[in-house]
């Protein structure tokens, strides 16, 4: 039995796209590291310069093959980051203990929060999810 709960029917998420949701919030730090592999912070590699001649059409560069795999990831991070954003409004300090909790799985119980368990599980992390279905 799976050591969580589906969302309900508060906000209209049926529980397989609850779970769809969730592990697609549970892979947030693998696409940090993808984009992380794929800029080598900002400092793309390119292939060295030879005596070699340009084939003209040949395709396309290291750079822009690399580029083009980190988009998708680059467009769901900031996806998810975009609905914890919303989903917490003026309460800032909750924003790193909801993104631990959505994407890492980190229960209220081991997170430093202003807030009560309840107002955590039911306001906040429930409205994330919502909005993260409205938006995929």
């Known amino acids: 039995m799976p050591s969580y709960r589906d ?3 508060q906000y209209d998420i049926s529980p397989a796209r609850y779970r769809e949701l969730f592990y697609f ?10 984009i992380k592999d794929c800029h ?22 290291t750079v ?18 975009r609905c ?10 909750i924003l790193e203990a909801l993104r631990l909790n959505v994407t890492r799985g980190i229960r209220w119980e081991y997170l430093n929060i202003p807030c ?3 107002k955590f599980y039911q306001v906040y992390r429930k409205y994330f999810f919502w909005l993260l279905d409205q938006r995929k």
């Open 64 to 81: 822009e093959r690399r580029a083009l795999k980190a988009l998708p990831h680059v467009q769901d991070v900031e996806l998810i980051d």
């Open 25 to 34: 919030c549970k892979q947030y730090d693998e696409k940090i590291e993808i």
């Open 7 to 9: 969302i309900g029917k």
């Open 84 to 93: 914890l954003d919303l989903a917490v409004k003026e309460d800032k300090g």
């Open 116 to 118: 009560g368990r309840q």
């Open 40 to 61: 080598y912070e900002y400092g793309f590699q390119s292939a060295a310069p030879s005596d070699m001649p340009v084939h003209i059409g040949a395709g396309e560069s």
